[in-house]
C-alpha cells in the first residue's frame, strides 16, 4: 500500500475526528510497478528496432568477417628464413590472435591446414622474441628460428 493511501486511511479511521472512513482501491502488481514495466517496454521497442542494425556490425567483429589471409606453409618456410627480422607488422598481417601483456605481444597464427604458430615480440624494441611452430594433431613443436621448419612440415604430412 502506497505511503498516501495509509495516510488517507489513518486519518479517516472510524473513531477519529473525521469520522468518514472510506475504503481504498488495493495496488495490483501492475500499478505498483509502473515505473519497472515502462522501462522494460521501452528497452524491449529498442532491442526490436536496433537490433537488426547491430546483427551485420556484430559479424564484422569476428573472425569470420576478418579479410586478413591465413598462413601458408610456404610463409612459414619465409618466416623461417627471415629469422628474427620478422616484424610485428608482418605478424600482424595473417589471420590469428593478438595478445597484449605487459612486456610482451603474443600473435596466435593458424597455419593451414593443422599447425599454429606463436611469436612473441617485445613491446618496447619490437624485437621477435620467440618464434614456435606446433603441430596441432600430434602436439609436437619446433623453434622456427632454430631448427629445420621444411622437414619437421614434411614430416608431419607423411
Known sequence: ???WKKESVQQNAPGTANSTYSVC???T??????????????????????????????R???????????MTQNDVLNVAK???????SQ???YLGNK?????????????EPHFQMLAVYDKDTK??????????????KIDVLKGNVAAFMQQKQE
Open 1 to 3: 500500500m502506497s505511503r
Open 25 to 27: 482501491k488495493t495496488e
Open 29 to 58: 502488481f501492475f500499478t505498483r510497478h509502473a515505473r519497472l514495466l515502462t522501462f522494460l517496454t521501452c528497452i524491449a521497442v529498442f532491442l526490436l528496432l536496433f537490433w537488426p542494425i547491430a546483427m551485420p556490425e556484430m
Open 60 to 70: 564484422t567483429l569476428s573472425h569470420e568477417g576478418d579479410r586478413r589471409p591465413q
Open 82 to 88: 627471415l629469422g628474427s627480422r620478422f616484424t610485428e
Open 91 to 93: 605478424a600482424s598481417k
Open 99 to 111: 595478445m597484449v601483456t605487459d612486456y610482451e605481444n603474443y600473435y596466435y597464427i593458424d597455419v
Open 127 to 140: 624485437v621477435l622474441l620467440f618464434c614456435q611452430l606446433s603441430n596441432e594433431k600430434t602436439g609436437e
